[in-house]
């Protein structure tokens, strides 16, 4: 089973910030959170992963709270071309990344 | 550089015959990784190949499926005697070494569909 909690789906306004949330309240100190995203009929794509701290990519940002139990990527200027499912997981520091668990993600929708 | 490959983009079987889905990983790449994803749902892992090996295969099916990567040629996912709980996309993903941590590439899928 996922250790993560998403929302279904969201809309979001074209150019507008794009902020998906997750939920990880069990994770431990150890695991990392990753973030994936997939466009419609295409394999996923790697976006972003951290630990403690905040981290920034010319893709996304995560930001992650300080008790670690949940986080949001952020999407600065949300273009139609970000429309797609986006998979939050959790990660030991002793797993690989093919064994991640995918739950059903987020369907993100941009509107122009 | 080429991204992972695979085909056929979609395959079309009747119940009982077989299916052969290819893989070939990026450039460099030599760790294998097939997934299946049903409608609505995340990936589930399969099975996870090296050239000529199988690294784990603990989430493959114990009948009808198998999985190959030999020295030359693509990865070949194979399902013998197709039934209709078998329609579903399986994407292919390579990396580079199988470190923990290490990014993995995902080609962009075969949809199965069994009649």
């Known amino acids: 089973d996922a250790k993560t909690t998403q929302p279904p789906s969201m809309d979001c306004a074209e150019g507008r910030a794009a902020n998906l949330p997750c939920n990880h309240s069990?994770?431990?100190?150890?695991?990392?959170v990753y973030w994936y995203r997939q466009i419609h009929s295409q394999g996923p794509q790697y976006i972003i992963h951290?630990?403690?701290?905040?981290e920034t990519n010319e893709m996304a940002s995560l930001i992650i709270t300080e008790d670690r139990k949940s986080s949001t990527l952020i999407l600065p200027h949300a273009t139609l071309r970000d429309t797609a499912v986006y998979y939050c997981?959790?990660?030991?520091?002793?797993?690989?990344?093919?064994?991640?668990?995918w739950g059903a993600g987020t369907k993100l929708i941009i509107k122009p | 550089n080429a991204g992972v490959m695979q085909n056929p983009r979609h395959l079309v079987r009747r119940r009982g015959q077989e299916a052969r889905l290819r893989c070939s990983p990026m450039?460099?790449?030599?760790?294998v990784y097939w997934y299946r994803q049903l409608p609505e749902e995340g990936l589930k892992f399969m099975v996870y190949?090296?050239?000529?090996?199988?690294?784990?295969e603990s989430g493959m099916p114990k009948e009808r499926f198998s999985a190959e990567f030999p020295k030359e040629g693509p990865s070949i996912l194979r399902i013998q005697q197709v039934v209709r709980g078998d329609s579903a996309a399986y994407f292919c993903?390579?990396?580079?070494?199988?470190?923990?941590?290490?990014?993995?590439?995902f080609g962009s899928g075969t949809q199965l569909s069994v009649l």
């Open positions: 993903a390579s990396s580079q070494t199988g470190g923990i941590g290490e990014k993995l590439f």
């Open positions: 450039k460099g790449h030599s760790h």
């Open positions: 190949l090296q050239k000529e090996n199988i690294i784990d």
């Open positions: 069990t994770i431990s100190g150890n695991e990392y």
């Open positions: 951290g630990l403690k701290n905040n």
């Open positions: 997981i959790v990660r030991g520091d002793m797993d690989s990344n093919y064994q991640l668990i």
